[in-house]
């Protein structure tokens, strides 16, 4: 990364904060490198944790603000009595265009709510999506809605594979990814009205995207698909689930290799191949989701990450940044509205 960016940190947000925002901030600098801070939350306690990281020095502003978005905030409430938070203190800088990105591992819901109505979003889009990429036997995917909408009508799924495919040029690198929509089963038949009638709008898209059709939940694992595009509710429920089971297989190999001296002799022989696995299947290496479809990039990093997971996050606001995501998502909305609208009302071309 060559050119200086800037980006927005929460410091209050996340149970380990701020100890975790500025550990995250020391990995990110070491590894991205022209990357630069604008530190918000309590000066007293945030003062001394970057005074005493040397790689900060003159890379970090800490900006003063009491007020700090709580995990059991509603977002309605941190909505309306939050302004002087540090988490709404480093959306507005977004806005603001002091910082090309923020990043948050405070409450999920206050800082989509705060993300909306600062940013606002991008014409064309309804609501903003909760996107992430997950590890498959493949490579990776691009997974959305993750918990921003429990109920999706068909635009709006329409409306998360947009913003899909571009995550996943962007993020991934997947010069033309393949998409599909969740459902109970692969047959056209199968689903309720909203997805089955996403399909069939997917199908006959004027954007240049490859939709593939249905998959289920299997298949992303498997890498069926670069995007899987699914509403809120089931989203979050499955994410869960997959954190869930990694950490189950985790703590199950670790019984199991403590159960005698063989087992431990095996894990002695195992152990390079095992770090592999603990790479990437852990949720900390690629954690960051992106609130997509805002006029801004803002990143939710998990309440619970370290500064392994946060650096993490800082480092995909920052790759969001660089390569364009919300330019190239305006773009394809642009491309869809013009494409989709009666030729009475296009501009005449001259």
């Known amino acids: ?34 990357v630069e801070f604008l530190l918000f939350g309590d000066s007293q306690r945030l003062e ?59 409450n999920t819901g206050a800082l989509m709510a705060m993300s909306k109505f600062v940013l606002k979003t991008i014409p064309g889009i309804d609501r903003p999506a909760i996107v992430r990429s997950v590890p498959t036997v493949r490579g990776w995917c691009c997974v959305l809605d993750l918990g921003a ?7 709006h799924l329409v409306q998360f594979a947009v ?4 995550f996943a040029r962007t993020v991934l690198g997947v010069e033309r990814p393949t998409i599909g929509l969740i459902n109970i089963g692969i047959e056209e038949i199968k689903g309720h009205e909203e997805v089955r009638e996403a399909a069939a709008m997917l199908r006959e898209t004027p954007l240049p995207i490859t939709f593939t059709g249905f998959i289920e939940g299997s298949d992303i694992a498997a890498g069926k698909v670069d ?20 950490k189950l297989i985790a703590s199950l190999l670790r019984d199991a290799f403590r159960s005698s001296w063989r087992a431990r002799l095996g894990y002695l022989l195992a152990r390079p191949a095992l770090a592999v696995m603990r ?49 190239k998502i305006r773009d394809d909305f642009e491309r869809l509205k013009s494409s989709t609208m009666p030729a009475s009302d296009q501009e005449p071309v001259a």
């Open 227 to 246: 995007v899987a595009v699914t509403d809120g509710f089931t989203g979050n429920v499955g994410l869960k689930i997959a954190e869930g089971t990694a």
């Open 149 to 155: 909408n429990v109920q999706c009508s068909a635009e």
């Open 48 to 106: 001394p944790l970057v005074r005493r990281r040397k790689s900060l020095a003159g890379v970090v502003e800490i900006r003063h603000t009491d007020q700090i978005v709580k995990g059991d905030d509603k977002p309605s409430v941190a909505l309306r009595g939050a302004r002087e938070s540090s988490m709404r203190k480093a959306i507005d800088a977004v806005k603001s265009g002091e910082a090309v990105a923020a990043v948050s591992a405070g």
């Open 1 to 34: 990364m060559t050119d200086r960016i800037v980006i927005a940190l929460d410091g209050m947000g996340g149970d380990s904060a701020p100890e975790m925002v500025v550990g995250g901030a020391v990995r990110a600098r070491r590894r991205l490198g022209n």
């Open 279 to 327: 790479e990437r299947t852990d949720p900390r290496y690629y954690d960051g989701a992106i609130l997509g479809g805002l006029n801004g990039i803002v990143v939710k990093a998990h309440g619970g990450t370290d500064a392994l997971g946060f650096s993490n996050a800082i480092g995909v606001a920052a790759e969001m940044a660089v390569n364009g995501f919300v330019p």
């Open 163 to 166: 913003m899909g495919e571009v």
